[in-house]
Structure formats: C-alpha cells, structure tokens
Nanobody
Framework: QVQLAESGGGLVQAGGSLRLSCAASGRTFSNWSMGWFRQAPGKEREFVAAIRWSDSSTYYADSVKGRFTISRDNAKNTVYLQMNSLKPEDTAVYYC????????????????WGQGTQVTVSS
C-alpha cells in the first residue's frame, strides 16, 4: 500500500506563488509516476501535472504550462508543484496521485491518492 501526504496549500493573492509537496511512503515502485490533480467547487477533478520517476519526463495541462513546475526528490520519495503567477481560477483542492507506470488523465484510473490540500487565490 502507498500513502501520499500533501502539504503547502494556503491563501495567496493573484500573481503570487505557492509550492505544494507530496511525500510517498509504504510500497513504492521503481517505474511509477506521480502528479497532481485539482478540483474546484462544482467541477470535476482535472489533471494538472505529472512526472515519470524513471526519466523525470514531465507533463502539464495547457492551463498551467509556463506557470507551474513539477519536480521530484528521489531520496525523499517526494514530488513538488511550484505554482507561480497564480490566478483566481487556480483556486481548488489539489490532490497528489501516484500510479505504477503512467499517470492517467482520467482520475479514476489512478490507484493512489492523497487527502488534498486547499489552494485559494484571491483577486
């Protein structure tokens, strides 16, 4: 079993920055992917960014390209999401996800989830 623990959410003004962290514990895979989804009130959970552990390949939703950066720390089994130039529309609960192999864009296809951390961007 894999446990994911997020941290780093909060309240920030538009144009500001936040960094989210997600630490994985328990069973881990040498060839797996981790990433972030988000869910705003009244909306479906959507993909934000992913990183493949084997080669650090990264993938981003179009809405965050150029503003968000995903990275990892192998030794700590931790993935980070640096969020810059935040906009009010980035307000959501951000969830860390992990999966053996690839991280799917469809949330239900991913096996492991964190509890979520709230990010609120004020205008």
């Amino acid at each position: 079993q894999v446990q994911l623990a997020e941290s780093g959410g909060g309240l920030v003004q538009a144009g500001g920055s936040l960094r989210l962290s997600c630490a994985a514990s328990g069973r881990t895979f040498s060839n797996w992917s981790m990433g972030w989804f988000r869910q705003a009130p009244g909306k479906e959970r959507e993909f934000v960014a992913a990183i493949r552990w084997s080669d650090s390949s990264t993938y981003y939703a179009d809405s965050v390209k150029g503003r968000f950066t995903i990275s990892r720390d192998n030794a700590k089994n931790t993935v980070y999401l640096q969020m810059n130039s935040l906009k009010p529309e980035d307000t959501a609960v951000y969830y860390c996800a992990a999966n053996g192999g690839v991280l799917y864009l469809t949330p239900a296809r991913n096996d492991y989830w964190g509890q979520g951390t709230q990010v609120t961007v004020s205008s």
